[in-house]
């Protein structure tokens, strides 16, 4: 989690972004057993964004928060 919020810095994101995307990308860790994302791919990120509609509930908005998040985890080389 340290290279993702040194890389959000270096990108000069809001604090308020750092926070959101960091709680997005633990939960989706965390719901995956807590795999290393480079161990997963697209059908985890499909299943966690699933789980959050279904399960639980949330909005369209937040559902794209998460997988703002995600998409910028991925975007970047994964540190190891």
Do not use: C
């Not at 290279?3 to 810095?9: K, S, Y």
């Not at 480079?38 to 949330?58: D, K």
Request: aromatic share 12%.
């Amino acid at each position: 989690m340290d290279a993702v919020r040194n890389r959000i810095r270096t990108k000069h994101y809001s604090r308020r972004t750092e926070e959101s995307y960091t709680h997005w990308i633990r939960r989706f860790i965390f719901f995956n057993q807590k795999r290393h994302p480079s161990e997963m791919g697209g059908p985890e990120v499909e299943a966690f964004l699933s789980s959050l509609a279904v399960e639980r509930n949330v909005a369209a908005s937040t559902q794209k928060q998460a997988l703002a998040a995600i998409l910028f985890l991925y975007s970047w080389d994964l540190p190891d």
